[in-house]
């Protein structure tokens, strides 16, 4: 057995709720809130708290992480992956249990995690450098090789707080994993940046991985965690569900998205934690093209994915990506990318409707992913809001192929062949 790099043993982290999310309290707030809770007291209530005030994001979570492990975290928003590697990060303290990480520990959490906007990059490298316990020489013989990685060389004596998100996400990036961390804990942080950094990124990871460091990974790209990792540690609700080989792992949650999919979505939990909530999605169908509900459609035949909501608001956008059996992103139809053909109708009431004229996918099982926006604001978000099934069908007098074909998506072309 491998050296030991993560343990924890009854680790758990609650959270106090009923705080306000937006801004601070007037001074109104303040002396009403001081005025109930001297009544509360004066009535009897010493001590009370409301039912459910609490929230608590992990739950008595044990796991053994061997060094040299690579180690996907799996969940739905808020089943605890964030606050875990906060935790093993030593961001934020648990509530009960412990954690012991052994070895110097990179972490790339958030953008722009660790570094002072007042620095310029230079300086906030040598100063993550310092934070994981490297020697100036170190870092020295390391730097030319991170600011080449984050590409960030014209800007390289800019203060950090006007470098952009990609920029800042490259940097933090490029720091983590050239500095040598025995362990890194990598967030959703990489889907900052571009498409070609994602790749660097990701090839980067791997040398990592290989080099027989230890490595934790959140993501919900499963192509990448199934690529990149061995080991798969599903939560919910602040505890784990599954813990396996990365490919068991990965079919115990898109088991879980479709059991959540058929609950009522308002009593969803696993929300955009983004959302405002002033307007929340009630309900996500497929239609067929006289309207009625379908759990199956023909490919190639119209479809209408409906969207009904709780309230419709002002500036209403709406984001829709499907995605495949395995998790892995198909296509994305986005209202904020417009066209002529789009409307505003007044008499839709609370519903979204996208119209596809001829479905061009192929054969299987597929999911729907929606964000909500309204008033410039995203208000709600839910991962797996329904699922579908794709029959064979014709596409423009072209027979689709049957189940098992390669590939998600049936293009329209034509051959020219050698007789």
């Known amino acids: 057995m491998g050296t030991v790099a993560i343990e924890t043993s009854g680790l758990g982290k609650s959270y106090q709720l009923g705080l306000s999310r937006r801004g601070y309290g007037t001074l109104r707030e303040s002396m009403v809130e001081t005025a109930k809770g001297s009544l509360g007291r004066l009535a009897g209530r010493r001590g009370e708290r409301a039912a459910g005030d609490t929230l608590w994001a992990l739950r008595d979570l044990s796991l053994t992480i061997e060094g040299g492990e690579v180690v996907g975290l799996i969940g739905h928003n808020g089943a605890g992956k964030s606050t875990l590697l906060k935790i093993l990060s030593r961001i934020v303290e648990p509530t009960v249990g412990w954690a012991d990480v052994t070895g110097r520990t990179g972490a790339l959490l958030e953008v722009g995690t660790g570094f002072h906007p007042e620095l310029t990059g230079r300086e906030n490298v040598f100063l993550n450098g310092a934070i994981l316990g490297m020697r100036r020489a170190e870092i020295r013989a390391r730097f030319d090789e991170i600011v080449a990685f984050a590409e960030i060389e014209r800007f390289l004596d800019t203060p950090v707080k006007r470098y952009s998100s990609g920029m800042s996400v490259r940097l933090a990036f490029a720091v983590a994993a050239h500095l040598e961390p025995e362990i890194l804990l990598v967030d959703e942080v990489l889907a900052v940046g571009d498409a070609a950094f994602q790749r660097k990124s990701l090839g980067k990871m791997n040398e990592v991985a290989e080099a027989g460091r230890t490595v934790i990974f959140v993501s919900h790209n499963l192509a990448i965690l199934q690529a990149l990792c061995q080991r798969g540690i599903l939560l919910e609700r602040g505890e784990v569900l599954t813990d396996a080989p990365v490919t068991e792992a990965i079919d115990s949650y898109l088991r879980t998205l479709e059991k959540a999919a058929g609950v009522d979505l308002l009593e969803r939990t696993d929300r955009d934690s983004r959302g405002y909530d002033e307007s929340l999605i009630r309900r996500v169908q497929i239609e067929d093209s006289e309207g009625g509900h379908a759990d199956t459609v023909v490919a190639g035949r119209p479809a209408v994915i409906a969207v009904e909501v709780t309230e419709a608001l002002p500036m209403t956008e709406c984001r829709l990506t499907i995605h495949n059996s395995l998790g892995h992103p198909v296509a994305t139809l986005d209202s904020e990318v417009s066209a002529p053909v789009d409307v505003r109708d007044p008499e839709l009431g609370p519903r979204i409707e996208c119209a596809v004229a ?48 390669d590939g998600d998506v049936v293009l329209s072309h034509a051959w020219r062949l050698p007789e």
């Open 358 to 405: 001829a479905l061009p996918l192929l054969p299987g099982r597929y999911r729907i992913d929606v964000v909500l926006k309204g008033k410039r604001q995203i208000q709600d978000g839910l991962q797996a809001a329904c699922f579908f099934d794709v029959e064979p069908g014709i596409l423009q007098d072209r027979p689709t192929p049957i189940s098992g074909a």
